[in-house]
């Protein structure tokens, strides 16, 4: 879209005098606080309104530089349509369908993050090493989690039993198929563990058709819990039930109604709940809820019938939440106590690093600005330049990567928290990106999904 230059210079005069005034109520929020932690040196997390310090620094990360060619990708591997990448050590997961099945299927298999030479593989097509008859990887809904290290570390997944297999002669007729959470050991994928949330029973059984009711819809898990999220059916409705479980041993730990599951942050679980305090039920949107991650207790909630939130992304001790309070906006929550700690500037998209960067693209559309948080140094800031693309891929190791398959070559680079951009356009999307690897959809626009490579960040 072309725009003068006058227009330009308002905008972004504008822009940069709410951003301003912005900063001052939050100081003077700051300033008129007390959160009881004198003496404590670790950080006070901000509080106050506006995206914090406008930042117009020079570049604070090296400039990002990739290996000349790709490490492997889809021309190496079995997988027609990526779906996740998530690296453990020298080890990398990788998921999606199949390259050889034309039905819906699903794969993961583990390779080497340098080679990508095949350690092992599940998938849809040939059952689960040590599940037990009939037990299948069935990840329809969600992407697999990888909770641990690469010694004695899994991968989540949701399977399937299937009973009505052609061929099979010990498996069990009449019963329907059952479907849970299985652990895949990283080492060699056979199965840990294996517990199912809609259980198999007889087709005379009186569960049979509330069971068939019933449809997984999302895998949550971290170090501190498993839990699948679950639709069931109930008139012309649907309502959720989440089941918990230890990820290294698969003991159940407790069970929800109402929830739907949004991620999980240490021993915290964020998610949204359906229905208000007088028991209705919300509709499209509802209130943020706090779990424990152990023992299911609720913890805090966030928001009213009036005032519907819903969590985006979060960082140990710290949540991003859209709110309808006063107007569509965007808050930082602290995900001890549900106290809201700052307003963000309106934001289109967030992203998080998992670990201590929360970042947003807002704005406007005609001069989007990045706002951060750093939980290590509890620092928000929005930078002072317009950054290239609205659209956030990926945040990690300080960089943040913008741009999707319909943005122009020259969008989709690398920036620090300044907007100021580090790298040459970048030969696809960030799919996921670490500190050593980056993984890159490189199909192009209209074209049907399944070129990707995997790069060396050499700089």
């Not at 959160?35 to 901000?46: I, K, V």
């Not at 159940?252 to 305090?277: H, I, K, N, S, T």
């Not at 934001?347 to 005609?366: K, L």
């Not at 928000?380 to 070559?409: K, M």
Request: glycine fraction near 10%.
């Amino acid at each position: 879209m072309q725009r003068s230059s006058s227009r330009r210079l308002c905008a972004r005069t504008l822009a940069r005098v709410i951003a301003s005034s912005s900063v001052l109520l939050g100081a003077l929020g700051a300033g008129c606080s007390s959160d009881g932690s004198d003496g404590d040196d670790t950080p006070a997390p901000p509080t106050g309104a506006g995206g914090g310090e406008i930042v117009d620094e020079e570049a604070t990360l090296a400039r990002l530089e990739l290996s000349e060619s790709s490490l492997w990708g889809s021309d190496d591997l079995p997988v027609k349509q990526l779906g996740s990448v998530q690296f453990v050590g020298d080890t990398a997961i990788v998921s999606g369908t199949p390259r050889e099945n034309d039905v819906e299927a699903s794969i993961v298999m583990a390779v080497d993050a340098r080679t990508g030479e095949e350690r092992w593989r599940a998938d849809t097509g040939r059952p689960l090493d040590g599940g037990g008859v009939g037990a299948v990887l069935w990840q329809i809904t969600s992407s697999p989690v990888v909770v641990g290290d690469e010694r004695d570390g899994v991968v989540l997944v949701e399977y399937r039993t299937q009973y009505a297999v052609e061929g099979c002669s010990r498996c069990p007729r009449n019963r329907t198929d059952a479907e849970g959470i299985a652990a895949l050991s990283i080492e060699d994928g056979s199965v840990v563990w294996l517990r199912p949330v809609i259980p198999s029973v007889s087709v005379d059984d009186r569960r049979a058709t509330p069971y068939a009711l019933q449809t997984p819809r999302r895998l949550v898990a971290n170090d501190q819990v498993a839990m699948l999220e679950v639709l069931v059916r109930r008139g012309d409705g649907f309502d959720n039930r989440v089941a918990a479980f230890d990820p290294t041993t698969g003991e159940r730990l407790w069970q929800l109604r109402d929830v739907e599951v949004a991620f999980a942050v240490d021993d915290v679980v964020l998610g949204v709940e359906q229905r208000d305090p007088r028991g209705s039920k919300l509709q499209r949107a509802g209130i943020t809820v706090a779990f424990d991650a152990r023992t299911g207790a609720r913890r805090w909630t966030l928001g009213s019938r009036d005032s519907l939130t819903s969590p985006m992304v979060a960082v140990p001790g710290v949540a991003a939440v859209r709110t309808t309070a006063e107007g569509r906006t965007l808050q930082l929550v602290d995900l001890n106590d549900g106290s809201v700690l700052s307003d963000l500037p309106p934001t289109v998209t967030c992203r998080s690093d998992g670990e201590s960067v929360i970042a947003c693209i807002g704005g406007g559309i005609y001069d989007p600005r990045l706002t951060t948080y750093d939980a290590t140094t509890a620092t928000l800031a929005t930078s002072a330049q317009e950054v290239p693309s609205d659209v956030l891929a990926a945040v990690a190791d300080g960089y943040v990567y913008v741009g999707n398959e319909f943005s122009p070559a020259e969008e989709r680079v690398a920036l620090d928290r300044s907007a100021n951009v580090l790298s040459e356009p970048l030969p696809g999307v960030v799919v996921r990106a670490t500190e050593q690897y980056l993984v890159l959809d490189e199909h192009e626009p209209g074209s049907t999904p399944g070129s990707f490579a995997a790069y060396e960040i050499v700089s």
